[in-house]
């Protein structure tokens, strides 16, 4: 048997999905201009700095994971913060492949001009839904990226980046 609407008010469009989306991305887009505005810096450089600040001694593969970003995005985020002289690096005393992460004074300095959060709102937003919700959101997700054929690859690209 068809389901009937109960009312038109809870029909739900493509375009008021749309403008939801809208709603979503212009608030990120916010965010990450009033953090560029105020520090100078880009968002994913401010989440970046902040891991290394949290994390001492992090590698490049650790702040990649703890940004759930691909290893090579990392490591042009860190050669930016190296050319702003906002962290250090270390070479590894067993292995000189590897390198350990510090961030400077400056660097402390300037993430307490921040206006948080650091890793973005989207992430701090995303860690407040419930387990059922985020479920529900991620196989709903799932199902528009398979329908526009989106690269899923382009996951590893941090927001304050597109």
Do not use: Y
């Amino acid at each position: 048997m068809p389901r009937a609407a109960s009312s038109r008010a809870s029909v739900v469009t493509s375009a008021q999905v749309l403008r939801r989306f809208r709603v979503v991305f212009n608030a990120i887009r916010a965010h990450f201009q009033q953090v560029e505005k105020k520090v100078g810096l880009g968002g994913a450089q401010v989440w970046a700095l902040s891991a290394i600040r949290d994390q001492p001694d992090i590698g490049m593969g650790e702040l990649a994971r703890c940004m759930d970003i691909h290893q090579s995005t990392a490591s042009n985020l860190v050669k930016g913060l190296l050319q702003k002289e906002l962290i250090g690096v270390e070479k590894d005393a067993q292995d000189k492949r590897h390198v350990h992460l510090q961030v400077t004074a400056k660097a402390l300095a300037l993430l307490k001009d921040v206006p948080g959060p650091f890793e973005g709102v989207l992430p701090v937003a995303l860690t407040q839904l419930n387990a059922a919700t985020l479920q529900r959101l991620d196989n709903d997700l799932g199902e528009l990226i398979a329908l526009i054929q989106a690269d899923e690859t382009a996951g590893k690209v941090p927001l304050a980046q597109l």
